[in-house]
């Protein structure tokens, strides 16, 4: 299957810096992105859709300004985590759609490794 | 609100035995409906995935699932689990159009020797 690429596996930073998470597909063109975030020992929630090229759908309850999302290019979308908050600590999760398995009959989102933030 | 519903938080299960783990979901119409499996501190692997046609699917890993509209179930099934099969598991569903996944809460599989 595709593969998704999320980068850094792990971060640890201060509280009141921002730290940066990148997701790559590798081997398709996403043109839509999912960023989810996951609590321990519970589901995954949806933040924001990201859509390359234009703004990014937020969630209800999803604060735009603190976790800002770029889709500049078809194989890359970031979250931002400004002023991050110890509260922010959680595993962070991209997915990215394959518009191509659309037409095969194949959708599906294909998954990063996500991402383990740390605020201390 | 389309929501998922995975009933049972823990399930263990003897290494050898056979497994259910149950997901049903209400949305007006019948959606994408797929199944995840989570290791500690990994990403999400598609087991299977179910979109139309024959509503028996079947996956990887040895794993199949069965789609009742009649139910709104789509419950995973595996006739011998192994002990590598110890994970979370997450029953997912998508509206026709994939504008996004809405999660079930998760069901952790316990494989005891």
């Known amino acids: 299957g595709a593969v998704v690429s999320q980068h850094p596996s792990r971060v640890i930073c201060k509280s009141g810096t921002s730290v940066k998470i990148e997701c790559r597909s590798l081997d398709f063109q996403a043109t839509t992105m999912f960023w989810y975030r996951q609590f321990p020992k519970q589901s995954l929630m949806l933040m924001a859709t990201?859509?390359?090229?234009?703004?990014?759908?937020?969630e209800q309850g999803v604060e735009k300004d603190k976790f800002l999302i770029n889709h500049a290019s078809l194989t890359l979308s970031t979250l931002t985590v400004t002023s991050a908050h110890p509260e922010d600590s959680s595993f962070y999760i991209c997915s990215a759609r394959d518009p191509k398995g659309d037409r095969r009959g194949a959708t599906e989102a294909f998954f990063g490794q996500g991402t383990r933030l740390t605020v201390v | 609100a389309q929501s998922v519903t995975q009933p049972d938080i823990h399930i263990t299960v003897s290494e050898g035995a056979s497994l259910e783990l149950r997901c049903n979901y209400s949305?007006?119409?019948?959606?994408?409906l797929f199944w995840y499996v989570q290791s500690p501190g990994q990403g999400l692997q598609l087991l299977l995935k179910y979109f139309s046609g024959d509503t028996l699917v079947q996956g990887i890993k040895g794993f199949e699932a069965e789609f009742k509209r009649s139910q709104s179930s789509f419950n995973l099934r595996k006739p011998s689990v192994h002990w590598s099969d110890a994970a979370e598991y997450f029953c997912?569903?998508?509206?026709?159009?994939?504008?996004?996944?809405?999660f079930g809460t998760g069901t952790r599989l316990l494989v005891s020797p």
């Open positions: 997912a569903v998508a509206p026709r159009g994939f504008q996004k996944l809405v």
């Open positions: 990201s859509n390359e090229g234009s703004k990014a759908t937020y």
């Open positions: 949305y007006g119409a019948t959606p994408y």
